[in-house]
Nanobody, 116 residues
């Protein structure tokens, strides 16, 4: 199992970025996939989920209305479209798959910096 994030960059406030998480070793359509982020000096926090059931989505209050999680089952990739970015969105972003309580995988993380 491997998760590889990409798409991070430096962007100005109000700008947009699209993160991708390429998955291998399993089919993303069969599992719930989540995005988390960790800002400097802070704990890792939940961002969004896309479910295996019907692709329904859930978001943290801090990103609702600005971020959109989606998946491409053909490419086995999960995307996070981030609009109207704010300086407080600056963090390392991780994708996550949790097969069981003791079988969980994280990507290596990708840096997103929002600054003028």
């Amino acid at each position: 199992v491997q998760l590889v994030e990409s798409g991070g960059d430096l962007v100005q406030p109000g700008g947009s970025l699209r993160l991708s998480c390429g998955a291998s070793g399993f089919s993303i359509s069969s599992y719930d996939i989540k995005w988390y982020r960790q800002a400097p000096g802070k704990e890792r926090e939940y961002v969004a989920t896309i479910t295996s059931d019907n692709g329904s989505t859930v978001y943290a209050d801090t990103v609702t209305g600005r971020f959109t999680i989606s998946r491409d089952n053909v490419k086995n990739t999960i995307n996070l479209q981030m609009n109207n970015l704010r300086p407080e969105d600056t963090a390392v972003y991780y994708c996550n798959i949790k097969f069981t309580a003791v079988n969980e995988y994280w990507g290596q993380g990708i840096q997103v910096t929002v600054s003028s």
